[in-house]
């Protein structure tokens, strides 16, 4: 147990730790994205979904609860590493790959910090309703939760639908380097198979990104509507 623990505090249990947490959130925004892609098929689809998914409310707050755990423990352990990697200083002829490192890991802090006050944007406005029109009380024709209006309302602002492109940049960014490099840090580098885990980041990045941008462009061009 001991040696878990400190085997946990080392760099490498570190990453491992923001590598399984990662994955997680990025199976999250998964399941979240085709979730959302029901609004293709009108308000009774979505609202009916976004219902089911509040009528367990011990179940869904056991999902919050362990969501933001994960957020959390994922961004302490990414700013630790990253000021471990600050004091860590480069010698000889590790500069050149020191430098290339420290850009990627750049790269991912920007996209993260993008991402992480996406998400706090975006829960203060489609779900809190604290940003926006008031409409988490509104509910249909069939007397559910109306989700959809509220995402409808929502994309039809050119304003918001700006805020939300700018975030799934950040998302796309993070998602296709973070999947392939979590694949890595857990041990799944295989020769044969290194090309298809360096493939898996962009694609699951692509396929989140665009599953996101054509809600929002269905909405905002009144495809849907
Ligand atoms: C176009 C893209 C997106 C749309 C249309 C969308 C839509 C929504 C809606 C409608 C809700 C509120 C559901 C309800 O009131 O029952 C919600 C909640 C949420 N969204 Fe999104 N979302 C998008 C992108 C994202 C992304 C990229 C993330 C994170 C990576 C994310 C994370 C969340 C979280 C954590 C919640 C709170 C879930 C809860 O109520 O516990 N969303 N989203």
Redesign the pocket.
């Known amino acids: 147990m001991t040696r878990l623990v400190s085997h946990l505090q080392s760099s490498v249990g570190k990453k491992v730790v923001m590598a399984l947490t990662g994955l997680g959130?990025t199976i999250?925004?998964i399941f979240?994205?085709l979730g959302?892609l029901q609004?293709f098929e009108g308000p009774h689809a979505l609202n009916s979904y976004?219902a089911f998914?509040?009528d367990m409310p011990i179940l869904?707050w056991i999902?919050?609860i362990g969501?933001l755990s994960i957020v959390v423990l994922h961004i302490v352990l990414a700013i630790q590493l990253s000021l471990q990697n600050h004091r860590a200083r480069p010698i000889g002829y590790a500069i050149h790959r020191y430098r290339q490192a420290s850009l990627a890991s750049r790269a991912m802090t920007v996209s993260g910090m993008v991402?992480f006050l996406?998400?706090v944007f975006?829960?203060l406005h489609?779900?809190a309703g604290f940003i926006g029109s008031p409409t988490?009380d509104r509910v249909d024709a069939e007397g559910y939760?109306d989700?959809y209006g509220?995402?409808i309302l929502?994309?039809q602002n050119p304003l918001v639908v700006g805020l939300?492109l700018v975030?799934?940049l950040g998302?796309a960014f993070h998602l296709s380097h973070a999947v392939s490099s979590s694949l890595q840090t857990l041990g799944l580098e295989h020769a044969a198979l290194d090309r298809l885990f360096k493939a898996a980041g962009p694609s699951v990045a692509l396929l989140?990104v665009l599953g996101?941008?054509a809600?929002?462009f269905a909405v905002f061009l009144r495809i849907v509507r």
Do not use: D, P
Request: net charge positive; hydrophobic share 60%.
């Open positions: 959130l999250y925004a979240h994205m959302n609004i976004a998914l509040r869904l999902a919050r969501l991402l996406f998400i975006h829960l489609l779900t988490s939760r989700v509220k995402v929502a994309f939300y975030g799934q998302l989140v996101n941008v809600i929002i």
